[in-house]
């Protein structure tokens, strides 16, 4: 058995807010995004915002980002880019800032 490395890779993130910061994405990703009301308990109770899911388009179909997940641009060999939601968990292991 071999032993591997991850190659480094820096990539632009943002992170969505779960409200927000959807038009700031779109800008990012350079297209317009569509979202889904996940929770609208607090805003019900007069104690906050609805929150919402922003849906992703990636190389494997829909995702949906959730309040707090970074929406990651991972540039390809290629000159393609790719954006996918990422768990901020994750992302904390994965990636430091440049």
């Not at 632009?12 to 569509?34: P, V, Y």
């Not at 805003?43 to 829909?62: C, D, H, N, Q, R």
């Amino acid at each position: 058995m071999a032993k591997f490395r991850k190659k480094l890779t820096i990539v632009d993130a943002i992170q969505w807010n779960g409200n927000s910061n959807k038009q700031e994405i779109e800008r990012f990703i350079g297209r317009e995004l569509k979202s889904e009301l996940e929770s609208e308990t607090a805003y019900i109770a007069g104690k906050g915002a609805p929150i919402f899911s922003l849906l992703i388009e990636t190389k494997e179909g829909v995702m949906k980002a959730f309040r707090g997940d970074w929406i990651i641009k991972e540039p390809f060999p290629t000159g393609d880019r790719d954006f996918y939601p990422c768990k901020p968990d994750i992302f904390e292991k994965t990636y430091e800032a440049v």
